[in-house]
């Protein structure tokens, strides 16, 4: 069993992009599920996986207003057509 440590990433998270962010993320939460840590560890990682998780969404965020201010007032949200 590969022990996940919270050292593995030597960025801090706000330096991380989207995709480095949630591939992290979705480490820590397989780690978190499936192996057996000590408690300070998976505080650790459970305090890393908030941090990476906040900073998803403060990324996710600003590319929608970014594409609200590209294109204006005509997004269309997605709906399934009625046949």
């Not at 591939?23 to 000590?38: F, H, M, R, Y």
């Not at 560890?41 to 998780?53: C, N, V």
Request: glycine share 4%; proline share 1%.
């Amino acid at each position: 069993m590969a022990k996940t440590s919270a050292k593995k990433s030597e960025k801090s998270v706000e330096d991380l992009s989207y995709e480095e962010a949630l591939a992290e993320l979705e480490g820590i939460v397989s780690a978190l599920e499936d192996e057996q840590n000590p408690l300070e560890e998976s505080m650790k990682l459970f305090e890393r996986g908030q941090a990476l998780a906040a900073h998803c969404s403060v990324l996710l965020e600003a590319a929608q207003l970014k594409v609200q201010k590209l294109v204006g007032e005509s997004v269309i949200a997605f709906e399934e057509e009625s046949e």
